[in-house]
């Protein structure tokens, strides 16, 4: 079993950064795959980022390719996001999702949210322009 928390979502003004943190209880946490996904309102969730056990292969949506960051600190059982250049767009619930092997389809690697057994309660972004 893997407890996920996020944290360290807000309120920020667009060009501003965020750093969210997915934390995990469990022992085999550092062997977990480990993706964020957001949810805007009225919207379905989506893929943002996705970063496997040892942190050495990483995988972005489009639509934050070179403002996220995605890593891993397995010795904390902790996986960050860092959002940097923020858009009204970036407004969502972002939950980080976490399971023991996570793989590729034809939409892409890391973005099936069914490969994803355990999930976080979300943490809130909102970015105002």
């Known amino acids: 079993q893997v407890h996920l928390v996020e944290s360290g979502g807000g309120l920020a003004q667009a060009g501003a950064s965020l750093r969210l943190s997915c934390v995990a209880s469990g022992r085999a946490f550092s062997s977990y795959a480990v993706g964020w996904f957001r949810q805007a309102p009225g919207k379905e969730r989506e893929f943002v980022s996705g970063?496997?056990?040892?942190?050495?292969?990483?995988h972005y949506a489009d639509s934050v390719k070179g403002r996220a960051t995605i890593s891993r600190d397995n010795a904390k059982n902790t996986v960050y996001l860092q959002m940097n250049s923020l858009k009204p767009e970036d407004t969502a619930v972002y939950y980080c999702a976490a399971d023991s092997f996570v793989g590729c389809s034809v939409y892409g690697c890391y973005v099936s949210q069914s490969s994803y057994d355990y999930w976080g309660q979300g943490t809130q972004v909102t970015v105002s322009s």
């Open positions: 970063i496997n056990w040892s942190g050495g292969e990483t």
